[in-house]
């Protein structure tokens, strides 16, 4: 099993950045996919970004890239991302999720652990 808990969410001007954490405990965090969704009000939820288990490779949804930045910390068990640029359409809250796995995919079927979410409130 792996825990993941999300931090960092809340309300920000347009153009303003924030930090999502997700900090992960049970198994060897190293061998899982690392991912973000999101899900608006009234939507379906969304990938943002994926992360392999080295970090060497990530893969962004157009809608995020160039603005937002994964990064992960093997020692420390911890995934993060760094949302810069904000615009209101990226409201939304935001789950950390995990997969048993090698390729950065996309659809949220594919990923076995998730956290609990948090809020990212963009004010226009």
């Known amino acids: 099993q792996v825990q993941l808990v999300e931090s960092g969410g809340g309300l920000v001007q347009a153009g303003g950045s924030l930090r999502l954490s997700c900090a992960a405990s049970?198994?060897?965090?190293?061998?899982?996919?690392m991912g973000w969704f999101r899900q608006a009000p009234g939507k379906g939820r969304e990938f943002v970004v994926a992360?392999?288990?080295?970090?060497?490779?990530?893969y962004y949804a157009d809608s995020v890239k160039g603005r937002f930045t994964i990064s992960r910390d093997t020692a420390k068990n911890t995934v993060s991302l760094q949302m810069n640029s904000l615009k209101p359409e990226d409201t939304a809250v935001y789950y950390c999720?995990?997969?048993?796995?090698?390729?950065?995919?996309?659809?949220?079927?594919?990923?076995?652990?998730w956290g609990q979410g948090t809020q990212v409130t963009v004010s226009s």
């Open positions: 049970g198994r060897t965090f190293s061998s899982y996919v």
């Open positions: 992360i392999s288990w080295g970090g060497a490779s990530t």
């Open positions: 999720a995990a997969y048993y796995g090698t390729g950065l995919l996309v659809h949220e079927n594919y990923y076995d652990y």
